[in-house]
């Protein structure tokens, strides 16, 4: 049966409670047809298990069921070397390009996903396609769906068995390894912001809509059109919120280094969201395991702070400004939020003061 998402991978979460699994934006047929070398080849596993809503919107535990799913992985023959949480492969574009150069320098062959949701569990197996969207768009993908996880790992193991593939991974770990944040640093982490801002504009990326362009299933394009909706009112608060920015500045769309540089922005500004600890992690701060929460730094303006602590497991967004040539991250104070909105607000205030000072 074939399943006509759309094929834009760049979509990211669309709802901090219930993420959107990302194959949900691949066209790919259901199959049980198991990938091939799946029994003689490297696999990295992407899980996505629903998240802890309480003060905080938090990542929901995932060690007990990566545990089942893993001791079943070794009878079967997979050897799972990553297991990967999607909202850290998700975090933001670069982090999506740095998990996919470790995918390709540790030669994995095959991708599962394992989605857990209020109905039950997920389960996609498919040939790794060597870049950031996984999945090759229209392609044979095994899948099972079940709402308990050990009759569906019973029957993934009878679908691998059926295929009866020679076997070649006999050194598979016994425990799962899980991946961490890998570094989105280009070359130096500078805990400031660059005083040129004041005489340099700043360039700002807009939301990016879905393109709708081939699409002829109605319901896909009904929920194209909602998210589109949604992504130009998030537009607008971004322009909003940046008339608080006291330089110049200029909205635009994507564009890569070169585009940039032939466009003279010296200056970009960037976020990254997941897990405070992750986030840290991928902008190269020291994270010590004895910190069950981090102090953000909240502006009140024109020249007061305030502190806010956010467990190191809740969803944050923190903004950094990337110079282009150098390509030196800028930070300022850390100052993530659990909203894009409030992080955006907190980097302008903070960066405004830090300047002033400097006057």
Do not use: C
């Amino acid at each position: 049966m074939r399943i006509p998402f759309s094929t834009l991978f760049l979509v990211l979460v669309a709802n901090l409670y219930a993420q959107t699994p990302i194959y949900n934006y691949v066209s790919f047929n259901k199959t049980l047809a198991v990938p091939s070398e799946i029994n003689s080849q490297r696999t990295a596993v992407i899980f996505s298990v629903p998240n802890k809503v309480g003060d905080f919107v938090e990542v929901g535990e995932h060690e007990k069921l990566l545990s089942q799913v893993h001791k079943a992985f070794v009878t079967m023959g997979i050897d799972a070397i990553f297991y990967l949480n999607e909202l850290n492969f998700t975090a933001s574009y670069n982090a999506r390009n740095s998990y996919t150069e470790l995918f390709n320098s540790r030669r994995i062959k095959n991708v599962v996903f394992i989605t857990q949701d209020e109905s039950g569990f997920e389960f996609l197996m498919a040939p790794y396609d060597g870049t950031s969207t996984l999945i090759k768009d229209g392609s044979d993908v095994f899948y099972l769906r079940d709402g308990e996880l050990y009759s569906l790992l019973l029957n993934v193991g009878k679908e691998v068995r059926r295929a009866d593939q020679e076997l070649y991974n006999f050194l598979i770990p016994e425990k799962p390894n899980y991946l961490q944040g890998l570094s989105i640093v280009e070359n130096t982490l500078l805990k400031n912001y660059p005083g040129i801002l004041r005489r340099s504009k700043l360039a700002v990326e807009r939301f990016t809509p879905l393109d709708s362009l081939g699409i002829s299933d109605k319901d896909v394009l009904k929920n194209i059109q909602t998210y589109n909706r949604s992504i130009a009112q998030k537009n607008k608060e971004l322009e909003k919120i940046l008339e608080k920015y006291p330089y110049e500045f200029e909205l635009i769309d994507p564009m890569t280094d070169d585009e940039m540089k032939r466009k003279r922005y010296q200056f970009l500004l960037r976020s990254v969201s997941s897990s405070a600890d992750i986030v840290k992690q991928m902008l190269d701060y020291d994270v010590s395991p004895a910190e069950t929460g981090f102090v953000s730094v909240i502006p009140v303006m024109p020249d007061q702070t305030r502190v806010k602590t956010i467990p190191r497991k809740a969803i944050v967004h923190k903004f950094y400004i990337r110079q282009n040539i150098s390509k030196n991250v800028h930070v300022g104070e850390w100052d993530a939020d659990v909203t894009w909105q409030q992080a955006l607000n907190n980097m302008i205030g903070n960066l405004t003061q830090e300047l002033n000072i400097r006057n």
